[in-house]
C-alpha cells in the first residue's frame, strides 16, 4: 500500500515543496515523521582514513625488534612511544587516544583485513564500503543495506544516516530508495530570507489555517512536510546560535566535522548514522611528519569529540568506529615512506566499549608477500556493530554469518 511519503516521491521524485526562495533544506521536506531521539537510542558515528592507514606507526609494537630493522628512518623510539603495555604503544601524536585508552573508553581491534587483499585503493575501498567481492553487486553500500533492511524494531525513521563534509559522499551509504543528504555546514539550516522570525511566523499561521480540499493525500503530504521543515528549521537554528563559540575541538577539519555531529546529535534528531571522512593517509614518502599530523589530528579530534558528547549527555549511546581501507607495508620504502600492505587496526570508541585491545597483532615475521597476515575478517566488524550495537540483523546484510567481537560492554 502506498503510504504519504512514497505518494510525495513518486508525483514530485522528491522536489522541493516550497518556494526556493525560502532555502529550507530539501532534506527536512522529505521528513515527515521527524522526531527527537528516544532516550538511549544508539547512534554510529563513522570516520573513514582515506589512503590506507599504516597501522604499524598508529599503534605501534615497540616490544618487537623486527619492528625497528624494517623502519630504520620512520620508527618511533620506545622513548617516545605513548605505552599500552609491553608490547604495544601509541603514536607520540596521538594523545587523545592514549586518554581515551586511560578512561577505557577506546578499543582496538588488531589485524583487521580480508581474504585475497587487494592494494588498490578503489578497489579495497569499495570491498570495505559494500561488503562484496563481485564487482556487479557493488551498487548498495553496507550501510545502506542497513537502512532499507526489513527488520522489526530496527532503523524504521526518517533521516536514518547523514554524511557530513564536502567530499564525494561514501558508498558504503548508497540506497534504492532512502535518501542519505550531504551536509556540507551547519549553516544550510538557516532560513536565507530577511527577518526570519516574522516568515516563521506567517507561514506557521498561513499552515493552521483551514482550507478547501481536506482530505487529498498531495496536499495533507505538502503540509505535513512544510510544518516538519519549519520546526525543524527553529530548532536547528537555536541550537546553532546556543553553542556557537563554545565549541572546545581542535580548528582542523576533521575536528569541526565532529563538532557539527555533536551538534546534530544533541539537537534531537532521528539520524542513526553519521559518517565522516579524513584523508591524507596515502604516504608513500616523507611519510614520518605527515603521518605524525594526520595521527594528531584524528586524536584531538576524537578526544574532543568524546569529551563534548559526554557533557552533552550522549557518550555512553554514541560509539565511534574508524577504519581505512588498508595498512601499509612492513617494510619502508626508498622515499622514506610506506607503500600499499594489507591488515591494520581498527578503532571503536565511545562510552559503552569494551575497552583494550581485540585480537592479535600480526607477526612481522610471518609475512605474506611482505605483508601483515590479516587475522580479523572486517567483516566481522560490520556484524559485530550491526548486531550489537544497531540491534540490525547482519546476515542478509553481510550475504553471510560472521563472528562477533566482545568491544561493546552491553551487547544488544
Known sequence: MTNRRQFLY??????????????????????PGLSAHENGERILVVVQLGGGNDGLNTVI?????????????LAIGKANVLKIDDYHGWHPSLSGFARLFEQQQIAVVQGVGYPQPNRSHFESMDLWHTAHRVAENRQLGWIGRCLESDFPGGI??????????????????????????T?????????????????????????????????NMLLETIRDNAVV??????????IIDRSAGVKNYPG???????????ELIDAGLPTRIYYVTHNGFDTHSNQLAAHALLLQELGDAAWAFAQDLQQRGHNERTAVFAFSEFGRRVRENASRGTDHGTAAPVFLFGGAVNAGLHGRHPSLEDLDDGDLKFSVDYRTIYATLLEDWLNVPSASILNGEFERLPVFRNAS
Open 156 to 181: 524504521a525513521t526518517e533521516l536514518p544516516a547523514l554524511h557530513y563534509g564536502n567530499e564525494r559522499q561514501p558508498l558504503a551509504l548508497a540506497t534504492r530508495g532512502t535518501p542519505v543528504p
Open 10 to 31: 513518486k508525483t514530485f521524485g522528491g522536489a522541493c515543496l516550497i518556494s526556493a526562495t525560502s532555502r529550507i533544506p530539501e532534506i527536512w521536506l522529505q521528513a
Open 61 to 73: 609494537p615497540y616490544g618487537d625488534d623486527a619492528y625497528y630493522r624494517n623502519r630504520f628512518t
Open 252 to 262: 582542523t577539519p576533521l575536528g569541526q566535522k565532529l563538532a557539527a555531529v555533536a
Open 229 to 238: 521543515a519549519l520546526n525543524t528549521t527553529r530548532r536547528l537554528e537555536s
Open 183 to 215: 551536509i556540507t555546514s551547519l549553516n544550510q539550516f538557516r532560513l536565507g530570507v530577511p527577518q526570519r522570525r516574522q516568515f516563521l511566523e506567517k507561514v506557521d499561521a498561513d499552515l493552521k489555517r483551514p482550507r478547501a480540499g481536506e482530505g
